[in-house]
């Protein structure tokens, strides 16, 4: 298609993979508690029907998930929109226009701050839109530039 833009090329951080592994290994871990009460509550059959949903949600939940979400993470921040391409089993390409940008900030929770990641978060009339688990220093650059072509694109 002539005047496509092109995917955008930029990659997370690798530690992202490790922080949703851990986040991850939360999911998991609530998969076993809730296994052990209804093995605990019943008996034969449904008590092992339940053990195997536990496995299966942790090892999706702390290996399969986690890689194929930063596989597929991309982003770019272009002179007239930033663009996102992000998803696990859905791909889903956001092109956020420049002009609709308010403003632009960068957050960090206690397990990115555990990893030296942040998010820059850029704010619309719609909503907002992130880009997660960049390395800090680089978080603060893409939130400057976005500032930068946001305050830009206002001035034309």
Known sequence: MEGALPEPQRRLAPAARRLWRLEGAFAALLAIVAAAVADA???GWVGLVAWL???LVAVAAVV???ELRWRRWRWEVREHEVDIRRGTLTVT???VP???VQHVDTRRDPLEQLFGLATVVFHTAAGENR???LPLDEAGIVRE???ELARTADEL
């Open 41 to 43: 509550a019943t008996s």
């Open 131 to 133: 880009i997660p688990a």
């Open 93 to 95: 390409r956001t092109l």
């Open 98 to 100: 420049m002009l609709r």
């Open 53 to 55: 949903a536990a496995l």
């Open 145 to 147: 530039r976005v500032a």
């Open 64 to 66: 399969v998930v986690p």
